[in-house]
């Protein structure tokens, strides 16, 4: 079986030594837990929510009586301190046992430095970055009093109708897999108990991205093989790099609520992953499994989620209310509600809160937006941009005399920090009208245009940003208003000599419960972009969303077409300097885009078929428009033949030559797939990442790539978790995309 500590390093990534993580003093918890009666050990197993001073005072008489051990500290990043230290103060000088509080917060791509999106940060394909940018973020969560984050997402994209594909970091295991195990070192770092750092939670355990029809909340069917295969193995990699904590999914597979699952909480995450951190449900989930069909009340709610391995409730109540007679009347034991304290007492102790309860109510200001934080958002904007067509209008020539940069997401800022901003301001973004405005030429002229609204206005009736419509008797004077910006977006594009146009879905299209049947621009984007297209003017279009759009007419309408995710504080000067060529676009899709809204769901390593050149449509073929690995840059590569050799001392490698044959200095993703042509555990999937290089040459600079046939190359996951690798045949490629490249055949003669 593949231990955690082979995991990593068949992911290639250093081992996070035992002795880095503080040892938890056993004795100690130990003896707390001696201490307390049942109902302060119920109370360390719930967690409450904390906004404004009314629930704070709320909350100070629970945390007297014992009854709350943590809260979700959701307040502003002003107030965050001072209602932790309030409510730590009560826990440490009024409750009896005095046991500290931990705090928890969704910092999930920023805190006060707002990065990318996580499916924008893995198109830089940079684990070493991911690191960097959960640093920072997790410096500034832990500043403003918050010693937990939920991050990293460890859930697998499937289908980009489900929003919360914009928290994934993509529809690839191992690159999920490499980039989870980077969050939690951004995270965590060796101590996450350290003044600069936070513990690290992996989520949604699991299988909740198969959510059926993308539609948020909703059951998923999981295969055996592909929980094994596509969506455990970030969580894996969570936990062998220290994470602390996991969350329980809202799904339910086969029937079984997450929060529930036995299986997938005690027997594979404890007993073959020998995590021994603890499990937070999802907010209300312990509930919801009434609702599920599961629980058929409150009690059998609490005693399956607890029973599952569930240890700590979210929002939800039922431990509270119900557990104190099951116990009594022996339907639970005793020793499983200690168990359970015990891991969050050790949670606590290694998140650092006994040793440092309180928080500086100044330390926030000292380090939120620092000059290493912002050149970080910077970089991870820079990098996780994708250009996915250009036909040399790019980057913009400073001849360029009049630029007409037109679309609802050229100056707004807000829209800019996506699904889950932090505390992210819209004040300190800068959007790309007003990076532009810096880095243009003093030549050339710069005319903005709002073009039309991000979601269509009908009479009467306004769209906010959320996406909810809601009633507005002035929307009347705003069909005018809508007009006269279209025309005069229109004038200004005729007038140009370059248009730029910034597109898009809004920010609250993406994420939890934001789910969309439609992968089109919203509102009246697609008109605008034909019409600005019609005036024959070079067109480049920038894709501001939190998931793959549909953007096949926009590419034929388009001389040129970045998709941009919502980069954060700092993708304006990111696009600018790409679109001027100061910076070499890296950017590779984390995910497939799909052609039509019927191709999904879409990605790229499906499982094999029967009748593989029999899958298209009568209607459409079935290849996405564009793939995962996908991305261009301002220069070209060439691709050699890919060989096989076998040095004496170790295994074979598969190698090829890459040259870049364009005129600028530029960055190539050397991608490593196998297809293993039998399987005795049933199909695999008809391509797989095992490995990535990234390579920066100089024009008309070679250099050879290789990687070994190894286990870690060849092997999967059977359906009772062990590690195998097949003798047989198998195919071996390296490309610069998952739509490309000529396989190799391999033989394996003996297994590894
Ligand atoms: C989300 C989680 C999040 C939690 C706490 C839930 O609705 O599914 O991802 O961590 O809320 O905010």
Known sequence: MLRPAQLLLMLGLPLISPAAIPPVDETQVNDLLARMTQAEKIGQLSQGVINTPEEVAAASLLVREGRRGSFILSASAEQAATFRNQLQKVALEQSRLRVPLIFGYDAIHGYRTTFPIPLGLAAAWDAALVERAQAVSARETRAAGIDWTFAPMCDLARDPRWGRVAETFGEDPYLGARLAAASVRGFQGDNPAAPDRVAATLKHYVGYSATVGGRDYNATDVTPFSLRNAHLPAFQAGVAAGALSVMSGFNATDGIPAVADHHALTNILRGEWGFNGFVVSDWTSVEEAIAWGYAADRAAAARLALTAGNDMEMVSTTFEETLPAQLARGDLSPALLDEAVRRVLRGKLRAGVFAQPYTDPAALDRVALAPDALATAREAAARSIVLLKNNGTLPLAATARRIALIGPLADDAGEMLGTWPGHGRPGDVVTLAAALRQRLPASTRLDVEFGCELLETGPRTRALTDG??????????????????????????????????????????????????????????????????????????????????????????????LQAWHPGLQGGPALAALLYGDQEPTGRLPISFPRANGQVPIYYNHAMTGRPTMVDYRDLTRAPLFPFGFGLGYTEFTYGAAEISTPPDGPAVARTIIT?????????????????????????????????????????????????????????????????????????????????????????????
């Open 468 to 561: 909810s419509i809601v009633s507005d008797p002035a929307a009347e004077v705003d069909a005018a208003k809508a007009k006269k910006r279209w025309s005069s977006a229109l004038a200004a594009a005729r007038r140009a000599d370059v248009i730029i146009a910034a597109v898009g879905e809004p920010r609250g299209w993406s994420g939890e419960n934001a789910s969309r049947a439609e992968l089109d621009l919203t509102g009246r984007q697609s008109g605008l972009l034909a019409a600005l297209a019609a005036t024959g003017k070079p067109l480049v279009v920038v894709v501001f969303s939190g998931r793959p759009l549909v953007l096949t007419n926009v590419a034929a309408q388009s001389q040129a077409l």
């Open 660 to 752: 870049n044959t364009g005129k600028r200095p530029g960055q190539t993703v050397a991608q490593f797939y196998v297809r293993d042509v039998a399987c005795s555990v049933g199909a695999r999937p008809v391509q797989e990442l095992r490995g990535w290089e990234t390579l920066t040459l100089a024009p008309g600079e070679s250099r050879t790539v290789s990687f070994p046939l190894d286990s870690a190359a060849l092997g999967f996951t059977d359906r009772q978790g062990r590690w195998l690798v097949e003798p047989g045949d198998f195919q071996v490629w390296i490309a610069p995309h998952a739509g490309t490249g000529t396989p190799l055949p391999y033989r394996l003669e003996k297994a590894l």
